[in-house]
């Protein structure tokens, strides 16, 4: 496979591209090699929604540079992106690509790794921990729950709203629903939700800043979405999660994050 090499020698001849997943955001949930990769490189092109911890763990003799695109803020278009990323392949460099989340996951990596497959680049691609996960995990709930959710569908809620075919299948989903991106769209959400036969009174949660300390959610059901819409409470990312799994934080069942310090569902502190 072109995009397997061997990153054990300091320097190649040829450029080489570690697509590395960065997580949800926190640098501790950065994997092992991600991280192993990134304090080798020679230029890291990184995202937003990173926190700035992962600043302290570029190397100082690295050439860094910020990429981020948030909803309509581009700092840089993905067709300069796919032009740096070459431009330093070809002078032989190490480059780390630093996307959050998992890279797979609605983070255009199959663009510029067709880039990179056209000139010839070679190219790893690192898994990470996804905000899908991750929120769920903060949210102290499964996506999967036997006899009640044994599907998992993941949306794009930038463009969702705007075509149908994403919604093909909708119709009594026996599962949970995960919509990224959508946080600013929850009224319009709720309605197609429910237009497309999801009840009613299913429950929504909107999970915001996944993985951080900073992290908080806001549960409700698509008919009152639907009218009230969910408001945020920070700036940050947010996630929404729809389905009977989500029942138990709408019941109170669960505690409030705002009274776990750092892991927001164990109940008793970590020694």
């Given at each position: 496979?072109?995009?397997?090499?061997?990153?054990?020698?300091?320097?190649?001849?040829?450029?080489?591209?570690?697509?590395?997943?960065?997580?949800?955001?926190?640098?501790?949930?950065?994997?092992?090699?991600?991280?192993?990769?990134?304090?080798?490189?020679?230029?890291?092109?990184?995202?937003?929604?990173?926190?700035?911890?992962?600043?302290?763990?570029?190397?100082?003799?690295?050439?860094?540079?910020y990429?981020?695109?948030?909803?309509?803020e581009?700092?840089?278009?993905?067709?300069?992106?796919?032009?740096?990323l070459?431009?330093?392949?070809?002078?032989?460099?190490?480059?780390?690509?630093?996307?959050?989340?998992?890279?797979?996951?609605?983070?255009?990596?199959?663009?510029?790794?067709?880039?990179?497959?056209t000139?010839?680049?070679p190219?790893?691609v690192?898994?990470?921990?996804?905000?899908?996960?991750?929120?769920?995990?903060?949210?102290?709930?499964?996506?999967?729950?036997?006899?009640?959710?044994?599907?998992?569908?993941?949306?794009?809620?930038?463009?969702?709203?705007e075509?149908?075919?994403?919604?093909?299948?909708?119709?009594?989903?026996?599962?949970?629903?995960?919509?990224?991106?959508?946080?600013?769209?929850?009224?319009?959400l709720?309605?197609?939700?429910?237009?497309?036969?999801?009840?009613?009174s299913?429950?929504?949660?909107l999970?915001?800043?996944?993985?951080?300390?900073r992290?908080?959610?806001?549960?409700?059901?698509?008919?009152?979405?639907?009218?009230?819409?969910l408001?945020?409470?920070?700036?940050g990312?947010?996630?929404l999660?729809?389905?009977?799994?989500v029942?138990?934080?709408?019941?109170?069942?669960k505690?409030?994050?705002?009274?776990?310090?750092?892991?927001?569902?164990?109940?008793?502190?970590?020694?």
């Amino acid at each position: 496979m072109q995009g397997i090499a061997d990153m054990s020698s300091n320097k190649t001849e040829q450029g080489f591209v570690s697509f590395v997943s960065g997580g949800p955001g926190p640098v501790d949930l950065l994997t092992l090699r991600g991280k192993s990769r990134i304090e080798s490189a020679d230029v890291i092109l990184y995202d937003a929604l990173l926190d700035p911890s992962f600043l302290e763990i570029f190397p100082e003799s690295s050439q860094i540079l910020y990429v981020g695109k948030r909803a309509k803020e581009h700092y840089r278009t993905q067709d300069e992106i796919n032009s740096l990323l070459v431009h330093y392949a070809n002078q032989g460099k190490r480059v780390v690509r630093l996307k959050g989340g998992d890279a797979s996951i609605f983070g255009r990596l199959s663009e510029e790794i067709q880039t990179l497959e056209t000139n010839g680049i070679p190219f790893e691609v690192i898994p990470g921990v996804s905000s899908v996960t991750t929120g769920a995990s903060d949210l102290g709930i499964s996506l999967t729950v036997r006899g009640l959710s044994r599907q998992i569908i993941i949306l794009d809620g930038h463009t969702i709203l705007e075509e149908e075919r994403s919604w093909m299948g909708m119709e009594n989903f026996p599962g949970t629903i995960v919509i990224l991106m959508g946080s600013q769209k929850t009224k319009e959400l709720a309605e197609r939700l429910i237009r497309k036969g999801v009840s009613p009174s299913t429950p929504i949660a909107l999970l915001e800043n996944a993985g951080s300390t900073r992290a908080t959610y806001t549960v409700s059901t698509l008919d009152k979405t639907q009218k009230e819409g969910l408001e945020k409470k920070t700036k940050g990312p947010g996630i929404l999660y729809v389905g009977e799994v989500v029942r138990p934080l709408l019941l109170g069942e669960k505690k409030q994050l705002e009274s776990i310090s750092f892991f927001p569902f164990i109940s008793e502190p970590m020694e």
